[in-house]
């Protein structure tokens, strides 16, 4: 008797870059770092719209987040704030990932640095990732898989001095930020988990903007409409996509006035679009699958993910679904 194999799921990452500002620190303006109540909790009026909104509307739907947790700014605001942080998310059974920008190891020596990995040497990488890792064990989080340089600046020696590091995963490309890396590969264009450099890339998931083909519009919550995900999402199910990423930021559902944040106000359309995002995904089940890292990993152990698919079609997006982009972007600007 014939067995039907099991229909096709694609597997969902929900990542979210949980980091702080230094808030035009080195422009000369007396600038400050910005705290974690205005970039990772980004409190208003005693309410919290940072992590703990993204981690309820996620908890609603029955979904687990991936949080990439910026180290580096332990060493102006110290490791008790970080690793508060961590506690939280860990406490609600969400992940944590590692996330760095370099930018903060100023305060280390007083000496002006490079937000930019590339800028680094591959020991010097290394150096920052395992000194990065071992904080994380220090403060208990042992299972470490993946990691995401800030502003996706990276290259083939950050590749190299992940897996050097032990970690199995990166997510370091972004086609809508593709001057941001320099990694060499033979898929400059891939848009699905794959093996580049001994690491698991899973790179954030994008599609072809309208009305220009070839710009690059990306599963960013802030920078595209639910109109465009969902329809991209199921265009790539029924291309056999393994794995989609999304991406958004401890502080993007709201709306910051400066570089310092001076005055926040939660943004009502980004909410409610990561809230529509999660339901459809709790109600696409037959379909989808929200999974982390270490879900991921124990998937491709039992060969359930494969990590070599070539997709050769790239959703474009619509006239309408653009146009609702831009007047709900525009809507939400404004203070």
Same mark, same amino acid.
């Given at each position: 008797?014939?067995?039907?194999?099991? +229909?096709?799921?694609?597997?969902?990452?929900?990542?979210?870059?949980?980091?702080?500002?230094?808030?035009?620190?080195?422009?000369?303006?007396?600038?400050? &770092?910005?705290?974690?109540? %205005? %970039?990772?909790?980004?409190?208003? %009026?005693?309410? !919290?719209?940072?992590?703990?909104?993204?981690?309820?509307?996620?908890?609603? #739907?029955?979904?687990?987040?991936?949080?990439?947790?910026?180290?580096?700014?332990?060493? #102006?605001?110290?490791?008790?704030?970080?690793?508060?942080?961590?506690?939280?998310?860990?406490?609600?059974?969400? +992940?944590?990932?590692?996330?760095?920008? &370099?930018?903060?190891?100023?305060?280390?020596?007083? +000496? %002006?640095?490079?937000? !930019?990995?590339?800028?680094?040497?591959?020991?010097?990488?290394?150096?920052?990732?395992?000194?990065?890792?071992?904080?994380? /064990?220090?403060?208990? *989080?042992? +299972?470490? $898989?993946?990691?995401?340089?800030?502003?996706?600046?990276?290259?083939?020696?950050?590749?190299?001095?992940?897996?050097?590091?032990?970690?199995?995963?990166?997510?370091?490309?972004? $086609?809508?930020?593709?001057?941001? #890396?320099?990694?060499?590969?033979?898929?400059? *264009?891939?848009? !699905?988990?794959?093996?580049?450099?001994?690491?698991?890339?899973?790179? *954030?998931?994008?599609?072809?903007?309208? &009305?220009? /083909?070839? /710009?690059?519009?990306?599963?960013?919550?802030?920078?595209?409409?639910?109109?465009?995900?969902?329809?991209?999402?199921?265009?790539?199910?029924?291309?056999?996509?393994?794995?989609?990423?999304?991406?958004?930021?401890?502080?993007?559902?709201?709306?910051?006035?400066?570089?310092?944040? *001076?005055?926040?106000? &939660?943004?009502?359309?980004?909410?409610?679009?990561?809230?529509?995002?999660?339901?459809?995904?709790? !109600?696409?089940?037959?379909?989808?699958?929200?999974?982390?890292?270490?879900?991921?990993?124990?998937?491709?152990?039992?060969?359930?993910?494969?990590?070599?698919?070539? $997709?050769?079609?790239?959703?474009?997006?619509?006239?309408?679904?653009?146009?609702?982009?831009?007047?709900?972007?525009?809507?939400?600007?404004?203070?």
């Amino acid at each position: 008797m014939q067995t039907s194999l099991p +229909e096709h799921k694609t597997k969902v990452l929900i990542t979210v870059d949980t980091e702080f500002s230094m808030g035009g620190f080195f422009n000369g303006n007396n600038h400050m &770092p910005v705290p974690a109540e %205005r %970039r990772v909790y980004c409190k208003v %009026r005693g309410k !919290d719209y940072g992590i703990n909104l993204i981690m309820d509307i996620l908890d609603e #739907y029955g979904l687990r987040g991936i949080f990439f947790v910026e180290t580096e700014a332990r060493h #102006y605001f110290g490791e008790t704030k970080i690793l508060d942080i961590i506690g939280e998310i860990r406490k609600r059974n969400h +992940e944590v990932q590692l996330h760095i920008h &370099p930018t903060f190891r100023f305060f280390l020596k007083r +000496e %002006r640095t490079s937000d !930019d990995m590339r800028k680094y040497s591959f020991e010097k990488q290394t150096e920052m990732l395992e000194d990065a890792l071992g904080f994380l /064990r220090k403060g208990g *989080v042992s +299972e470490i $898989l993946a990691f995401r340089p800030g502003n996706f600046n990276a290259n083939d020696d950050t590749l190299r001095a992940a897996r050097n590091s032990g970690l199995k995963f990166t997510s370091t490309t972004n $086609l809508a930020f593709k001057n941001r #890396y320099n990694i060499s590969s033979t898929d400059p *264009v891939q848009n !699905d988990i794959h093996p580049l450099h001994q690491v698991i890339e899973t790179p *954030v998931t994008c599609f072809r903007q309208f &009305p220009i /083909r070839k /710009r690059w519009g990306s599963f960013q919550i802030c920078a595209a409409s639910y109109r465009e995900m969902k329809q991209a999402l199921i265009f790539y199910h029924e291309q056999k996509l393994q794995v989609a990423t999304f991406l958004t930021h401890s502080f993007e559902l709201v709306r910051g006035q400066g570089p310092q944040f *001076v005055k926040i106000r &939660p943004s009502k359309t980004l909410i409610e679009r990561l809230r529509r995002i999660a339901r459809f995904l709790a !109600d696409t089940t037959s379909r989808f699958d929200v999974v982390t890292y270490q879900d991921l990993d124990e998937l491709i152990k039992q060969e359930a993910v494969r990590l070599t698919p070539k $997709l050769t079609k790239y959703y474009k997006s619509s006239l309408i679904a653009t146009l609702q982009r831009y007047l709900l972007n525009l809507l939400s600007r404004r203070f």
